[in-house]
């Protein structure tokens, strides 16, 4: 159950119509998500994050498809079931197969295993890695 | 400080020498991280982690750089140095630079941010994402 | 579904109820809510957690509704809907309004950014911020 | 050690040195964070941030100090170090002393105790709860 | 919902149903659960997995309760409601009572609690325990 | 760097004074922590701490070493490197081992492991791990 009402499409003031709009349209969706609808009880909240999305969409070198599947695995890692089912659905419309998927967790789960070993036997930097990005450019 | 005595390549059993061997044959590294002398310390635990990393390597729809750009993603939000330097050595190696690094940090904190709203607003699941997860196929 | 029964309070021993009256009053509920009824399940737990409760509530520089946001950001973090739900109901009760709400949200969701970005770029603290600390006395 | 160059004030493009020179104004500073300066190789996401940041600063209903606490919450449970320094600075020269830093963190663990008691007991939400938060208005 | 359609005994291939009935013979069950059912729709996510998980069963030093309360411990922090259903079954099996259970949670919830002051504090690791853990042997 | 000054015992109140002692004779320590220094800037949060320690500490069906393990797998999941040193040290001093240490930190990388595939697969749970948990009594 929300924490807040929805803002309905048609109870939205022109400046969140207008964001509701722009989101259907570069997303591609026929309705709004109550992701968007929720934000809206507070529109600077929605404003922020729409144009925080709008700077990741534009990225030139992740292309759509790889921004879904990172989205997917920071979601699996924060746990977070309405974010993992919308990224699934523009990853799916994206080409994600159940190959693709399958392999991400297995990515997703063997280097959050890593960092449960790292914490755990708490090792030292190798000066090699440390190095290496240092001196990359 | 580790927590266990580091496994040195030369005080170390046939059967961890020869996975040492593979590591450093397989990840082209020219020495043995402390990850991985320090799992040594419990050889069950090094070939279980190797064994799993092996499988992810073999990941044919996901490219090297990309398993690299999803590991730093997963280990910027389980917050792990030791993993995050060691994969962006790997990253750097394979191409990254600092336009694609930038992306895909706004990336990954973009959705993370998205996780902290669906937490504190619940957001029930729309319906149109829902359907669209199960009839992919 | 929860992993306990829930101990109701006709079903109580009297120490479980005496608790179970004291979270009503300093609560001002009418009923005992499930969190509570499930800890009742080993009493010791319930009696350690209501100590600690107390303890917080008994703050003196941090008003009841400043509680409660810090309360709401922590369960945002740790992605807990049960605690969500309580916390904002009593947000509420105190004069949360959605204003409140939504610019409260954004701090989590900024901060929580914060903390990726300083994971992925893994920045060195400036020794200003750390003399700063150390001599604010 | 740093996974990208810091970009220092000297060496940074017009674009960059106009927003380190607001956020030394805004934030009252003498000198630019390493924080910054790594975001700074990567212009997009420095802009992208620092306008985040305005945003959450335009808070109306949350005070600074609150704002700090707020943060050292949220960076207390995502375990960030640096964030860690830099809030505590800005919440001491806020006034911040070490009984309200006491109750802080107190507030932050009985919090996140509750969400480790909430996830092992798996407890349903009691509807009084549920309605309370759809009924505010 | 799930985010692929789980692979039915009578519908698996040869390989996978070999996995499934090793899966029901070691933990002794009668059906297949969704966890695996799920795993399956990539063959080799769910081979990897059982691999692992039964060199975790193999575990000679730490006895199979033992075994389910850590995994509770472990799942109440990363809060993963079908893990903790599975694993409480396998505890009640072996003989977790109510007891143990509270118990267990008060651990897992107070060193929880340390977690968070020793973030919010940055405390420095003491010399007396660093040199233990390296002289241990 | 700490956030705040550590109360050393000589300058500490006779309250916090008594509480050092009682730590230092139950732990079996010859010095106080940094830990409980810190903790001592705010005496109401070195209480509040120490009361939670010693509730568990008197667990009856858990044992001491056992405590410990869970405790490291805690540390190791919310990343916490003082913790996990301070642990480290006394599960060695109650007969860890390498192997049991490294039996330990492989059930939590699996299980931690389980959680990610949860999250990434969201699988339902199934009915009869449910009522297992119900009618466990």
């Known amino acids: 159950m929300p924490t807040v009402r929805y803002v309905e499409y048609n109870d939205a003031s022109p400046e ?20 968007y609808k929720a934000l809206a009880s507070h529109p600077a909240t929605l404003r922020r994050f729409w144009e925080n999305l709008k700077t990741v969409i534009a990225s030139r070198r992740i292309d759509p498809l790889m921004q879904e599947l990172i989205a997917i695995a ?8 309405y974010c993992i089912a919308s990224h699934m659905k523009a990853a799916r ?9 399958g392999e991400l967790l297995s990515i997703v789960s063997v280097f959050s295993d890593t960092s449960r070993l790292a914490a755990g036997y708490q090792m030292e930097l190798d000066p090699q890695f440390a190095e290496a990005n240092l001196n990359h450019v």
Chains 1, 2, 3, 4, 5, 6 share one sequence.
Do not use: Q
């Open 16 to 35: 969140v119509r207008a964001i509701y709009d722009e989101i259907m349209f570069v997303r591609t969706l026929d309705f709004v998500p109550n992701f």
């Open 74 to 81: 920071v979601c699996s890692v924060t746990n977070c079931s």
């Open 93 to 101: 419309t994206l080409g994600m197969d159940d190959e693709m998927l």
